[in-house]
C-alpha cells in the first residue's frame, strides 16, 4: 500500500461533493482524524492555525504556517493539487480565511477542532451556522476501500504478534505497570507508530473495562484481561482484546468465559450486508443474558474502526443501520463481576459481501499461561 491509495485524489472531489449535497457552503477542517483522512496531512494541531477549507464549489485549499510549509508540502496532501495558503506570524489566518470564503449561511467544523479554532471562526464569520464536519464525513468514512481493509489488516497482524508474546510476559509476582511496560514495547517493535493505550487488569481489576494499568501485584488463579491498541505509520489502527488466565482460574469464571466466548463466535457470525448493527449487538447480548450474565455486560459490542480507534458505526441497540461491505468495527463483548474479576473478548471485523471477516486470528479460548 503507498498513501496514494490510502488517501486517493478522488476522495478531495467525493469530499466536495458532498458537502454540497449536504446543504452546507465549506468544510473547515483542522489538524486531526478529519483533515487526516481528506489530506493525508497529519498536521501538528498548535495554537497557530492549520486549515483545509473545502468549499462546496470552487478550489478547495489549505491554510498553514509559513514555518510548517515543507511539512504540509512534504505530505500526501501535496498530490491533491490544493493552492498551500502560507500565513507569517503577523497575519490573521481566520480573517484570511473568511474573506477567501465570502458570505456563507453554513459551514461544517471538524468534529475534533479545537474550542480556540471554532470561536475565531465564530467571530469572523457573523451568522454563519456551524455543524459538524462529521455529518458529511461519515458516510465516506464508515465505507472503507480496499486499501484502507489492507491497512486495517496489517494493524490486526501487527497487534496479533504482540498478543502472542503476552504469556511471556505475565506471571505471578509482577505488577500490571511491569507487564504493560514490556507489552508497550512490544507493541512498537511490532510496526507501529504510537501505543494509544494498554489495558492490563488482573483480578478485580478486570471488572473494570477501562481499568487501565496499576501497580497491583498479579496473583496465582488470575484472570487478567489485556486490550491493546496502537496507530500504524500510515495512520490505521488496531485493538484487541484477549484474556488470560496465569495458572488455573476460578471455576465461576472458566464457566461465563465460555459464554462469552460463544456470544463473541456468534456475533462475528451475524455480521453480513443488509442486517442492522444492532441485530449484531443482540446476538452477542442476548447469549450472555440468556446465560444469567446479563447485568455484566454494560457496553456496547463494538465501535468503528480506522484512522481513529473509535469511529462510526457503532454496534449498540438502538442503532438500525445496515451493514454495508466496507464497514470495519470491534466484536468485543464482555463480562465483569464487581470486586471479582472480568473477561473481554476483542476482534476487529470487516463486513464483506459474503459475511464477516475476521482481521485478528489469535486463540479466543481462555489461555492459562
Known sequence: MTSSDLYPVSRLAAVQEATGKAGLDALLLTPGPDLRYVSGYDAKAMERLTCLVVPASGEAYMMV???????????????????????????????????????????????????MYSLRFREVLPGAEEVLAGSVLRELRMRKSPAEVAALREAGQAIDSVHRQVPGFLRAGRTER???????????????????????ASGPNGASPHHDVSDRVIRAGEPVVVD????????????????YSVGEPPAEFAAYYEVLRRAQEAACEAVRPGVSCE????????????????????????HG?????????YIVAGNGEPMEPGFAFSVEPGIYLPGRHGARIEDIVVCAENGGERLNDTPRELVAV
Not at 504493560?180 to 514495547?185: G, H, K, S, W
Not at 441485530?279 to 457496553?299: M, P, W
Not at 474502526?305 to 473509535?310: D, V
Open 65 to 115: 504556517p509559513r514555518l510548517e510549509l515543507p511539512a504540509a508540502q512534504a505530505s500526501p496532501a501535496s498530490r491533491l493539487g490544493l493552492e498551500f495558503v502560507a500565513w507569517d506570524e503577523t497575519d490573521d489566518p481566520y480573517a484570511i480565511a473568511a474573506r477567501r470564503l465570502g458570505k456563507v449561511a453554513r459551514v461544517g467544523l471538524a468534529d475534533r477542532m479545537w474550542a
Open 178 to 200: 511491569e507487564v504493560a511496560r514490556d507489552i508497550t514495547e512490544a507493541i512498537l517493535a511490532s510496526g507501529h507508530e504510537t501505543v494509544d493505550f494498554v489495558i492490563v
Open 228 to 243: 491493546i491498541g496502537g496507530q500504524l505509520h500510515n495512520g490505521y489502527c488496531s485493538d484487541s482484546t484477549r484474556t
Open 279 to 302: 441485530s449484531i449487538d443482540a446476538a452477542a447480548r442476548d447469549l450472555i443474558a440468556e446465560a444469567g450474565y446479563g447485568e455484566h455486560f454494560i457496553h456496547r459490542t463494538g
Open 305 to 313: 474502526i480506522g484512522i481513529e480507534t473509535h469511529e462510526e458505526p
